[in-house]
């Protein structure tokens, strides 16, 4: 079975710019969360969606949205962007839904705000 | 709120054992989870436990559960150089059944 694919791997952007992110679960997995990770607040959870809704969300701002398509793959937004939004984004497939089945995850992306 | 805490670094030798833990607040946890990350990569996810169990034994992992200490432990038999990456701690917690996790124990292995 393929694994959590997560494109693109790297990203450059400037400061204002919008970014999409993509993510392609595990086949059969329904939920995709999505988490922020950097050398000083650790994993920040962004949100987390089940059969095309949202499930739970974070402690993000607006800036940062997302969507699940019919197919589960899922996608995440994130406008105006801030030389704090420098991060690995990762994201993670669970057959039921985190915190009832265990989380797979993709490589991530890495995102440069300069 | 929920909290999971972890020791920042751990350093063994190579042929070591390695443990590494964990501590948590939320005692209605019902899955707790070890996942691994090396260096730019996602997370691994390498065992988990039920809150049913005391004990889970996985080739050269085996994680122990003290649900009236609120610990978790991993420890890592014979260490290998490639064992060196970030552990990480999570475990369900709160209504929601969100997961929490720790901030990753910084796991080097020296031969």
């Known amino acids: 079975k393929a694994g959590v694919t997560q494109t693109p791997r790297y990203l450059i952007k400037t400061r204002g710019q919008q970014v999409t992110l993509s993510c392609s679960p595990i086949?059969?997995?329904?939920?995709v969360s999505w988490y922020q990770q950097t050398p000083g607040q650790g994993l920040q959870f962004l949100f987390e969606?089940?059969?095309?809704?949202?499930?739970n969300k974070g402690n993000f701002p607006g800036r940062f949205s997302g969507r699940q398509f019919s197919n589960s793959r899922s996608e995440m937004n994130v406008s105006t962007l801030e030389l704090g939004d420098s991060a690995l984004y990762l994201c993670?497939?669970?057959?039921?839904?985190?915190?009832?089945?265990?989380?797979?995850f993709g490589n991530g992306t890495r995102l440069t705000v300069t | 709120g929920e909290d999971v805490e972890q020791s920042l670094f751990l350093s063994v030798r190579e042929g070591d054992s390695s443990v590494i833990n964990c501590t948590y607040t939320?005692?209605?946890?019902?899955?707790l989870y070890w996942y691994k990350q090396e260096p730019g990569a996602g997370l691994q996810l390498l065992t988990y436990?039920?809150?049913n169990m005391d004990m889970k034994q996985d080739q050269r992992l085996t994680v122990l559960l003290n649900k009236k200490d609120k610990h978790l432990s991993l420890r890592i038999a014979d260490t290998q150089t490639g064992d060196s990456a970030i552990y990480f701690c999570?475990?369900?917690?709160?209504?929601?059944?969100?997961?929490?996790w720790g901030l990753g124990t910084s796991l080097a292995v020296n031969p």
């Open positions: 969606y089940f059969s095309e809704t949202q499930r």
């Open positions: 086949s059969g997995h329904r939920s």
């Open positions: 939320d005692s209605s946890s019902t899955y």
């Open positions: 993670a497939s669970s057959l039921a839904g985190a915190g009832f089945s265990p989380l797979h």
């Open positions: 436990i039920f809150s």
């Open positions: 999570a475990l369900n917690a709160g209504n929601n059944r969100k997961l929490i």
